[in-house]
């Protein structure tokens, strides 16, 4: 089912029926730095906020809501300053590198 609405979704696109929000893209190029750095941010920020008097036992959904914000925000973060540079140092001197300039972009 869910590789039918990818499917169907990437077709759309291809066809310029719809387009994809730059803050989508971005955060599908920042998945990974999300998905790496975002149990650890959470902990940092847990301690932060209960360091600072922050109640969870008083405000549970606020504490959560700030919790998954803010590790999202800081792993943006992760992305901007430590993936993306890491990426351009590795593909600049890779033996291998993939012009993705001239590739097609549907079809």
Do not use: N
């Not at 291998?96 to 590739?103: F, W």
């Amino acid at each position: 089912l869910f590789c039918a609405l990818i499917y169907g979704a990437v077709s759309l696109e291809c066809a310029g029926v719809i387009s994809v929000p730059r803050w989508m893209v971005f955060l599908g190029d920042a998945s990974y730095s999300i998905y790496l750095a975002h149990t650890t941010l959470q902990q940092f920020l847990k301690t932060l906020l209960v360091w600072c008097g922050f109640s969870l036992a008083a405000h549970p959904q606020l504490f959560m809501v700030s919790l998954a914000l803010g590790s999202i925000g800081l792993s943006l973060v992760v992305y901007i300053l430590v993936e993306k540079p890491l990426l351009k140092w590795f593909q600049s001197r890779g033996p291998g590198r993939i012009d993705l300039s001239r590739a097609k972009k549907c079809g």
